[in-house]
């Protein structure tokens, strides 16, 4: 789930991406990166790290131009290397372009494969590096951005929010079912499309909207234009936005995210009310479901757990050694709240379940009574393709497993998950327009060897109507 941003700004946009950047960081800690364009040169400075120790003051004053982009990136195809840090670059005489994204592919071996045998090299191992070759290529060959974001929509089977940098205008496109979250700001001097409303606001500037699934949407100094390259009959917005990457006071396609977990908070209570002494969230994530199961039991709402600021987000860390050494620094227990006391905990979910087991053995340790687990969102049961690093069934707790074999592993008096219907429900969204993949295991895109739903997608021009179902006979459709 990266972050992406692109801005153009008369009063330039290296500074304004950096901190719209930062208000990304959540979405990748891994790596991040800037491109900025001016006369006709493109500038970039990337590296490995967080966005404050990738960029210092001279960086960002050597980035100069009035339009760039900028990425986080947390590595779901490709792994940890320099090489695989964005935006990525493509030059060929005239032309100069630069991209980053945020998602997943499912198709990039067969569309590597494809590529090579042309004669492509890559140089990369990542599934973004397509995109861009993609993109490249049709420029080549004199096509327009309109054409090339259309073949892209063509061949990429995933997700894709993308940013491009072509010479000083900024393009930006969503996959066909708007996997992932992109939106447009309107700033003083200028426009920013960027992965959550935070980074719109980080600036100062007015959110206008979402970028619609499907939709380019370009921007120059001239203004904002926007084409409908593709139409899908349905929405497959990642459920896994709402229940943990996005930030809660974003806005994602219509919902306050702070609204949504809330609610699920309050039909946590519902669902299996239980008798305590005070509701504590694991923080960060965990906070706003607890505020919901605490207005609507009643029960006081009590911090039983502090978070050291200075830790990022441990799920996202790519192995379960710093995983598990990084729940350890980054959550305490606050004593007084929790001796003798029923504990009611709520996060918004359990993964692999690293953080649960460490947190609940210290709620007890610090004296509690009883600590009763509550979770945001259903058992995760299977692997998601479209941008969560959660790639096998084995390495999920909840996976082949009933909800009392998890308690006991984790060691909760009770645990209890919101239902997929109570979810679904708080997101607003219809069934049909949310990916659920990996909460049941059937996915909007043709994957091999899962079940996919039905969905079909219409191209401009109308010239060709493709069935993603037809790929995938025999297999459930909902
Ligand atoms: O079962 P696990 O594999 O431990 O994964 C689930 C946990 O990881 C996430 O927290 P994280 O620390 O990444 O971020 P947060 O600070 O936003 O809650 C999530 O909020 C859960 O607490
Ligand atoms: N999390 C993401 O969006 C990652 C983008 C891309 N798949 C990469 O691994 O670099
Ligand atoms: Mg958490």
Redesign the pocket.
């Known amino acids: 789930m990266c972050g992406i941003v692109g801005i153009v700004d008369a009063g330039g946009v290296s500074f304004q991406l950096y901190y719209a950047l930062y208000a990304l960081q959540?979405r990748g800690q891994e790596s991040a990166g800037i491109s900025t364009f001016e006369g006709a040169t493109l500038y970039t400075h990337k590296a490995q790290g967080l966005v404050a120790e990738v960029f210092n003051r001279h960086t960002l004053q050597e980035l100069r131009g009035k339009a760039g982009i900028g990425h986080v990136r947390y590595p779901t195809t490709g792994s940890k290397i320099p090489e695989n840090v964005q935006p990525f670059n493509f030059k060929y005489r005239g032309l100069t372009l630069s991209i980053a994204h945020n998602g997943n592919l499912v198709n990039t071996t067969e569309l590597r494969g494809e590529y090579e045998r042309r004669g492509q090299i890559f140089c990369t191992t990542t599934d973004t590096e397509i995109i861009g070759s993609i993109i490249a290529d049709a420029l080549r060959a004199s096509k327009s951005m309109e054409d090339a974001v259309l073949l892209c929509m063509r061949r990429l089977r995933g997700s894709y929010a993308t940013v491009a940098l072509l010479n000083d205008a900024i393009y930006a496109f969503r996959d066909p079912l708007g996997i992932k979250p992109l939106c447009i700001g309107k700033l003083d001097q200028g426009y920013i499309v960027a992965s959550e409303s935070v980074a719109i606001d980080a600036l100062d500037g007015t959110f206008i909207r979402d970028v619609r699934p499907g939709e380019l949407v370009r921007i120059d100094e001239s203004g904002l234009s926007s084409t409908q390259i593709s139409t899908a009959n349905r929405r497959a917005h990642c459920i896994f936005e709402y229940i943990?990457f996005a930030r809660a006071d974003s806005v994602m396609d219509g919902k306050l995210v702070y609204d949504v977990r809330r609610q699920i908070g309050q039909k946590l209570y519902e669902t299996s009310p239980v008798e305590a002494d005070l509701v504590s969230p694991?923080?960060?994530?965990?906070t706003a479901y607890a505020a919901g199961y605490a207005e609507r039991s009643g029960i006081p709402f009590l911090e039983g757990l502090m978070k050291n600021r200075y830790m990022g987000?441990?799920?996202?860390m790519p192995t379960q050694k710093q995983r598990d050494r990084a729940v350890r620094i980054?959550l305490n227990t606050v004593r007084g709240n929790l001796k003798n006391k029923r504990v009611v905990l709520v996060?918004?979910?359990?993964?692999?379940?690293?953080?649960?087991r460490r947190i609940v053995k210290m709620i007890r340790e610090a004296g509690a009574d009883e600590v009763h687990l509550r979770v945001g969102s259903p058992p995760i049961i299977a692997p998601c393709y479209l941008g969560v690093d959660m790639p096998t069934r084995a390495e999920l707790?909840a996976s082949g497993r009933e909800v009392e074999a998890v308690r006991e592993s984790v060691g909760a008096a009770s645990l209890v998950y919101i239902p997929l219907e109570d979810l679904v429900e708080a997101t607003g969204f219809g069934e049909l327009d949310i990916c659920t993949g990996c909460l049941t295991g059937c996915y909007p895109v043709e994957i091999d060897g899962e079940k996919t739903s039905r969905c079909v997608v219409s191209y401009m021009g109308g010239s060709l109507q493709s069935d993603l179902s037809t790929f995938d006979s025999g297999k459930e459709e909902t």
């Open positions: 959540h943990y694991v923080p960060d994530s965990g987000r441990t799920f996202i980054k996060d918004d979910s359990i993964v692999r379940g690293t953080t649960s707790i």
